[in-house]
């Protein structure tokens, strides 16, 4: 069985500062996807970013940058100088392929609430 | 650009009333989803579909009931509403190779009385 962890509930920083999310994921495939999704206010689901489990590159786009770390089963967010936009709900999520019978149903964190106070 | 598109964005029914919510996709993807969504939990997955005639259970389908008559729609009724049928519902789609994300609609709030 898939598991994803966020372990953060809430999180609350002021603007400006840096703010890393966390994820935990379980799994027993050895081929996977991870992805982040952001839920802003007015609760639409926004894919930000996906990694398979062959890749373990970080990732950096913009203020935005993911750590991949396969040795910890986790997949973390960090956003730079945070800013009031960013304030949303943070899922991470996991899809893997059993054997080409999972069709791509994603597991889903239970979601961290960001808030960047002016 | 409409990607994903649901229908109603809210909904307020008495309990035992039914209803459908539809999903439409013109992105040309092969599945679908639809999850629900509550408070600290998520989202999880209802049913899904992989292709036209094709429907399969998620991790909660009790108490909805799926249907994809076309490639581009995919329905989620519920035949008796109960008030823990109180959720965000959400429809995703997707293409079908392994690497593609879920893109999903704006979602729908449907509360039962």
């Known amino acids: 069985a898939q598991k994803v962890t966020q372990a953060q509930t809430e999180i609350s920083v002021v603007e400006k500062e840096d703010v890393t999310l966390d994820c935990v994921y379980e799994?027993?495939?050895?081929?996977?996807?991870l992805f982040w999704y952001k839920q802003p206010p007015s609760g639409e689901l926004v894919f930000l970013i996906r990694r398979n489990s062959f890749d373990e590159q970080n990732e950096i786009s913009g203020r935005y940058s993911w750590n991949f770390q396969k040795s910890t089963s986790s997949f973390n967010f960090t956003i730079t100088a945070s800013q009031v936009v960013d304030s949303a709900v943070y899922f991470c999520a996991l899809s893997t392929n059993a054997g080409g019978t999972s069709y791509g149903k994603l597991t889903f964190g239970q979601g961290t609430i960001l808030t960047v106070h002016p | 650009n409409a990607g994903v598109t649901q229908t109603p964005k809210f909904r307020v029914l008495k309990t035992g009333q039914s209803m459908t919510l539809l999903c439409a996709q013109d992105m040309n993807h092969e599945y679908m989803y639809w999850y629900r969504q509550d408070p600290g939990m998520g989202l999880r997955l209802i049913h899904y579909s992989v292709g036209e005639g094709t429907t399969a259970k998620g991790e909660v389908p009790d108490g909805y009931n799926v249907s994809r008559l076309k490639k581009q729609n995919f329905l989620l009724g519920l035949e008796s509403a109960a008030p823990s049928q109180t959720s965000v519902y959400f429809c995703a789609s997707r293409r079908k190779q392994f690497n593609q994300p879920q893109h999903f609609g704006d979602g729908t709030r449907l509360s039962i009385l």
């Open positions: 799994t027993r495939d050895t081929t996977y996807y």
